[in-house]
């Protein structure tokens, strides 16, 4: 049932430049899609989310696009700097219920000096 | 920024022990709901709370959990006879309105640890 697919379990960029997380989904009926962000013993951290009457959703360095045709979305980080190292989960609520997120597996993200 | 809470951040059980989880959602927030993440894997649905009932659980989600909102503010699972594959760690998640539409804020977690 893996609905929310995240294939890069890791990125390393370097500060100052962009970083581009990726995440498919299978399911074409979801159409509320956000990204997370985890850092280690705390809970995921609301970060932005875009509907799917839009392609780009945009808050201040972070930017979300999304290409329906494909399936896929992707979280633009810019620039990145050293406290966005973390875990980042994209996730959507299933079509069969009103309340359950599926999560991606996560990516994480080291941003070196 | 209102925030999620939730307590303990750790809790030691012997298997076969009742545990309660607790939370305490954000105020004005009407939807709740539980999840876990075993270390190593995806965190995953257990259940979620409308108006004073559970709308939705996951398989996980058997007789041994139960779900309540004691009070006004509380919100608490219990797990009755903890198994050894319960170790995990809970989050608590609340928003003002459905999934579709409004993003689920979590809380840090409660480690749960079964010995």
């Known amino acids: 049932d893996q609905q929310v697919k995240q294939n890069s379990p890791s990125l390393s960029v370097q500060e100052g430049r962009i970083s581009i997380l990726n995440c498919d989904y299978t399911?074409?009926?979801?159409?509320?899609f956000l990204w997370y962000k985890k850092y280690p013993a705390e809970g995921p951290t609301f970060l932005i989310s875009i509907s799917s009457i839009k392609d780009k959703n945009e808050d201040g360095r972070f930017t979300v696009f999304l290409n329906k045709s494909a399936k896929h979305l992707s979280l633009h980080i810019v620039p990145s700097q050293p406290g966005d190292s973390a875990v980042y989960f994209c996730a959507a609520p299933t079509t069969d219920s009103w309340g359950k997120l599926q999560f991606g597996a996560g990516t994480q993200v080291v941003v070196t000096p | 920024e209102p925030e999620v809470t939730q307590t303990p951040s750790h809790q030691v059980t012997q298997m076969g022990q009742e545990v309660i989880l607790r939370c305490v959602p954000i105020?004005?927030?009407?939807?709740f709901y539980w999840y876990r993440q075993i270390l190593g894997q995806k965190v995953e649905f257990l259940v979620s709370f409308y108006n004073n009932e559970i709308s939705e659980k996951s398989e996980i989600f058997d007789d041994q959990f139960s779900v309540e909102r004691p009070d006004g503010s509380n919100f608490t699972l219990k797990i009755r006879s903890t198994k050894l594959e319960d170790s995990a760690m809970y989050f608590c998640?609340?928003?003002?309105?459905?999934?579709?539409?409004?993003?689920?804020?979590f809380g840090d977690g409660t480690r749960l640890s079964i010995l």
């Open positions: 399911n074409s009926m979801f159409d509320y």
């Open positions: 998640a609340s928003s003002e309105g459905t999934a579709y539409n409004q993003p689920q804020h």
């Open positions: 105020s004005n927030h009407l939807y």
